[in-house]
């Protein structure tokens, strides 16, 4: 397990995980693809905001239970608390100050978020 740090762009909102990425997931659903997100799921124990609570906004749809936070001041989307996991966190391995995705071995799981319904279970096999 390594631990990683985060940060939205403007580095108001700063974030670390304790992790090991050996899975990303990629999902094509109306905000990921939107918003770029490739996530990694992690517990509460393994995550912990560092600076920047105050900076954050809340984003929700549909369901409303899947909470979207994005940094107020320059918009980006670090992590979020996922539909099928509501007690767990999904961070946007984009980002990880510290992880590349050009020489990271891990591996990429597409997921159907257009037919959410449909293609849930491939998420609980995480």
């Known amino acids: 397990m390594k631990t990683y740090h985060g940060s939205c762009h403007c580095g108001r909102v700063k974030f670390r995980v304790k992790t090991t990425i050996d ?3 990629s999902c094509n659903c109306s905000i990921c693809s939107k918003k770029g997100a490739l996530h990694h799921r992690v517990s509460p124990e393994q ?3 560092i600076e920047g609570k105050e900076f954050l ?3 929700q749809f549909g369901t409303k239970k899947a909470k979207h936070y994005f940094c107020e001041a320059c918009g980006i989307h670090p992590f979020s608390k996922p539909r099928v996991a ?3 966190y999904s961070i946007n391995v984009r980002c990880l100050d510290d992880f590349d995705l050009e020489t990271e071995l891990c591996e ?4 159907d978020g257009r037919n959410w319904e449909e293609a849930v279970a491939i998420l609980n096999e995480q």
């Open 23 to 25: 899975k990303i997931v």
């Open 47 to 49: 995550f912990r905001l």
């Open 57 to 59: 906004s809340l984003y």
């Open 86 to 88: 509501p007690n767990m």
């Open 108 to 111: 990429e799981v597409q997921f």
